[in-house]
């Protein structure tokens, strides 16, 4: 049990399995990651004492929270918590301004206008106190929301996909306000989201949830290119997982040497995969360099591979080029260009392309046992 | 027009709908949002007035108020007088009847409240009752006026249940719908139409209230 922030662990079959271990400490922002279904906001739920769990333990700062063995099942009355749910749940009847200062009961009378005016004006919405919800805007709605989490000064902010219901533009402001507010929140804050990216903007720590279970924890910028697994590699988007045979390792370089549709490729070193091993490696689309077709390579090329261009697919400013390597047959390999390289080196339909695959981006893991023969996984 | 009808009648309904009003809450907010074994049979006791003959009510209830019975003869040790016949006895049977008039339109009214507008109460650190007061009975206020108005309007048209529980006693017993039955077998017919065409606006008011209400509380909400 850690001292500051809050420490949950969670376990039962049925019925929504779950089994979850995890920490929170003060002023972190931890990010619960997964598709529907994997559980996460029923941990939430769990959290703010909205769902039983069969068996579990949930402290924070120190106070039980929920304890199976000593009967200890606290109210969320009695938690403290701020939530913010993914429809932002206001009272419709309240103003913005009343909605706030409903969450201050345990507050002196006199100062709660004053309190929620303040709050209301840290999300920026001054001006919009006596409005009701429905006439906000859903961004409006949600800061509503964040304003009266806030409001009892909660030991924890629990968001359940808070920027789910807002549109792009809209959500792209609320991530830079959260950003803003969280530098001044000192409790354990904990995101829901099913996006990837959001997590990886957003949070300290990132846990992927899969189907109750805790898959890995970690730095999102470790999980997202360091995957513990191929099914976590699968979850977090990445579509480049083959499988491979390790050669060698070579200490003294720092490097794995090993073996994809005969190609003879170097990864950093990654000594825990014996040699002779069977493995599965993945290498985001980022850790690919093109190579332009009228340049001299400066230097030693590391792991120079070439392949025919499948399809080209644009994607904003980028062109998503499928390329297969060592024959249509086997699952293409997926590379990421700026429209205008693809442009200039004109790469269109059975282009032959020669590229890079930067040691350090390729990431070894353990055989899936449903990854068939060089399969590509496909969310 | 026996006024004496029409003011034991108002009497009678706003009794009623005075006693029923925290009933059908309470009740209206288990059937909302609880589920337990045996529910649908629950429920459909509380629906039965609206299908059972008025008389076949009249005559369980006759029988179950009579002085041969516990509840009879509890009362008649209690203040010396016995239910049937006297207004004590129509009001219980009143509440009876009108079970479903206030029960349905609250419990619709409270399965309208999402579930996580009630967690975000519990959430915001609201108390049970401060979150009934603040919160559920605000929102679920269209359903709660519209039951006591159905109750009110009701209880002023029954007739079958009042005439075998109340019988006819003046200024007791006989309401303004069993004084139009009366006057009309009397062949008073100015009398019974007068008393009619009043039943008819009192109730025409009552409801025409019910939709303004809630008419207006639609267009609030939707500002």
């Known amino acids: ?379 | 027009m026996d006024w004496s009808a029409l003011s034991l009648s108002l009497k009678l309904a706003a009794w009623t709908m005075v006693i029923l009003f925290p009933i059908g809450i309470w009740l209206g907010r288990v059937l909302a949002w609880q589920d337990f074994r045996g529910k649908p049979l629950v429920e459909a006791m509380f629906a039965l007035p609206l299908v059972l003959p008025p008389t076949v009510l009249g005559y369980y209830l006759l029988v179950a108020l009579g002085g041969a019975t516990p509840l009879g003869r509890f009362y008649h040790d209690l203040t010396g007088q016995q239910l049937v016949f006297s207004f004590e006895g129509l009001l219980i049977a009143s509440i009876l009847f009108n079970l479903p008039f206030a029960i349905q339109p609250m419990q619709r009214g409270f399965e309208a409240i999402p579930i996580e507008v009630r967690d975000a109460a519990a959430c915001c650190g609201l108390s049970g009752w401060r979150t009934l007061w603040r919160i559920e009975l605000p929102l679920a206020w269209p359903g709660i006026l519209t039951a006591l108005v159905l109750t009110f309007a009701h209880t002023l048209g029954e007739f079958g249940v009042v005439l075998m529980v109340g019988g006819s006693i003046p200024g007791e017993t006989k309401t303004i719908a069993i004084a139009i039955y009366d006057r009309v077998q009397a062949f008073d017919t100015a009398a019974a139409g007068a008393m009619s065409a009043t039943l008819l606006i009192i109730s025409l008011m009552a409801i025409s209230f019910t939709f303004l209400i809630s008419s207006r509380f639609k267009s609030r909400r939707h500002d």
Request: charged share 20%; hydrophobic share 45%; glycine share 6%.
């Open chain 1, 1 to 379: 049990m850690i001292e500051r922030g809050l420490s949950v662990s969670l376990s039962q079959v049925a019925p929504i399995p779950l089994d979850v271990k995890l920490t929170c400490a003060a002023g972190e922002l931890l990010a619960l990651v997964g598709p529907s279904g994997s559980g996460k906001s029923t941990i939430l739920r769990a959290i703010a004492g909205l769902y039983r769990v069969k068996h579990g333990r949930i402290s924070c700062n120190g106070v039980a929270w929920l304890d199976m063995g000593d009967k200890i099942n606290l109210s969320p009355q009695a938690r403290r918590i701020g939530f913010v749910v993914q429809n932002f749940a206001l009272f419709p009847h309240l103003t913005a301004l009343e909605n706030v200062m409903e969450a201050m009961t345990a507050q002196p009378v006199m100062e709660r206008a004053r309190r929620a005016r303040d709050l209301i004006a840290r999300v920026h919405l001054s001006g919009l106190e006596g409005r009701l919800p429905a006439a906000l805007s859903g961004g409006q709605q949600q800061r509503v929301a964040v304003a009266r989490a806030l409001a009892r000064e909660p030991n924890v902010l629990l968001l359940d996909e808070p920027f789910s219901a807002v549109d792009r533009a809209t959500r792209e402001r609320l991530y830079q306000e959260l950003a803003e507010l969280r530098r001044d929140l000192a409790m354990p804050v904990i995101l829901v989201t099913h996006d990837f990216d959001e997590a990886s903007l957003l949070a300290d720590r990132m846990c992927v949830l899969f189907q109750g279970k805790t898959l890995q924890v970690g730095a999102p910028d470790d999980v997202i290119t360091r995957p513990s697994s191929v099914q976590v590699a699968r979850l977090v988007g990445l579509k480049n997982v083959f499988r491979a045979g390790v050669i060698k390792h070579i200490p003294e370089r720092n490097v794995t040497v090993i073996e994809w549709r005969k190609h003879i490729l170097e990864a950093h070193l990654q000594s825990k995969f014996s040699a002779g091993a069977q493995v599965a490696w993945a290498v985001p689309q980022g850790q690919l360099v093109m190579h332009e077709s009228r340049e001299m390579h400066r230097g030693e090329p590391e792991n120079l591979v070439s392949g025919v261009v499948a399809s080209v697919a644009r994607l904003g400013d980028n062109a998503i080029l499928s390329i297969n390597v060592g024959g249509a047959k086997r699952p293409p390999l997926f590379m990421s260009v700026p429209l205008h390289v693809a442009r200039h080196n004109k790469i269109e339909m059975t282009s032959r392309v020669t590229f890079s695959m930067l040691r350090e981006g390729i990431h070894l893991m353990p055989p899936d046992k449903n990854l068939t023969a060089d399969l590509v996984m496909t969310l």
